[in-house]
């Protein structure tokens, strides 16, 4: 009997590895390769192939170097995802795992869905999916001001004052250092807003994966006890709260199953 294949088991294969030759995909699907570029071609705009590979769609113009390491990132914004319900409210701060990882697996998981941003990329990886992101009812609103180019974001008093306003389900944020103090980065220039969506959401949670953990940087920007939960894979102990949630991320390249 000939062996049916879904798509979406390709796309969560392919989003799971993040990149994909043909060969791989042909052998674990046991597929013919005509099948594979029928597949893929149904995939666009998930996914960009060449000749030989193809990639998801998050990594697509990020010049990644550790592909085991981008791969526990995902699967730490997948676990994030998970969190959200249908009509929440929610805010993406911060770096690559809350908005380039997290907005596509929102769009591919959720639905009924209002996202809040002060990210600019989150702009260009909407619109590239927003057929789907229309179609599941899911909004994006960006919080405007000042463009902050190294970090891609929109900054300044006009962005505090609008996010005063706002009555936010769930913030999820990350950083870029994690310790028994707290969290830290290098600059605070971009922390006030980030304390502003913290300060008008109900749930807050950092995303950080183990390599941020007990890095020396300068500025303490937030503590633990202005988030509720943390999703990672980090697995040494966290002497927190009894009500705050350590949500470990599964395996890199199985957390669909």
């Known amino acids: 009997m000939k062996k049916i294949i879904r798509d979406e088991s390709v796309l969560h294969y392919i989003c799971q590895h993040i990149v994909v030759d043909f060969h791989t995909l042909q052998k674990h699907f046991d597929i013919s390769l005509s099948t594979i570029h029928r597949i893929l071609k149904s995939l666009q705009p998930w996914i960009k192939a060449d000749k030989n590979k193809v ?6 113009d990020y010049k990644y170097k550790d592909l085991a390491y981008e791969q ?3 699967a730490i914004a ?3 995802t998970k969190l959200i319900q249908d009509g929440d409210i929610i805010c993406l701060a911060g770096g690559s795992t ?3 990882l997290m907005i596509p697996f929102i769009i591919l998981q959720c639905q009924n869905i209002f996202i809040i941003t002060n990210n ?3 702009i260009s990886l909407y619109l590239t999916l927003r057929d789907s992101a ?3 009812n899911i909004t994006l609103l960006i919080v405007g001001g000042l463009i902050q180019y190294d970090s891609l974001s929109l900054e300044g008093e006009y962005s505090l004052n609008l996010i005063k306003n706002f009555n936010i389900d769930k913030t999820f944020i990350s950083t870029e250092s994690v ?6 980065m290098n600059t605070l220039t971009y922390a006030y807003v980030e304390k502003c969506f913290l300060e008008n959401s109900h749930k807050n949670y950092m995303l950080a994966n183990k390599e941020k953990f007990h890095r020396e ?4 920007w937030s503590e633990w006890k202005e988030f509720d939960g943390i999703i990672t894979n980090y697995t040494e102990p966290l002497q927190q709260r009894e009500d705050f949630e350590v949500i470990l991320s599964d395996g890199p390249t199985n957390f669909f199953t």
């Open 134 to 136: 229309l179609a599941k």
């Open 55 to 60: 990639i998801y769609i998050s990594f697509i």
């Open 217 to 220: 940087l300068l500025f303490r």
């Open 179 to 184: 310790d028994k103090r707290g969290f830290f």
């Open 78 to 80: 997948y676990k994030a």
């Open 98 to 100: 809350t908005i380039a």
């Open 72 to 74: 526990s990132k995902n």
């Open 120 to 122: 600019i990329y989150a």
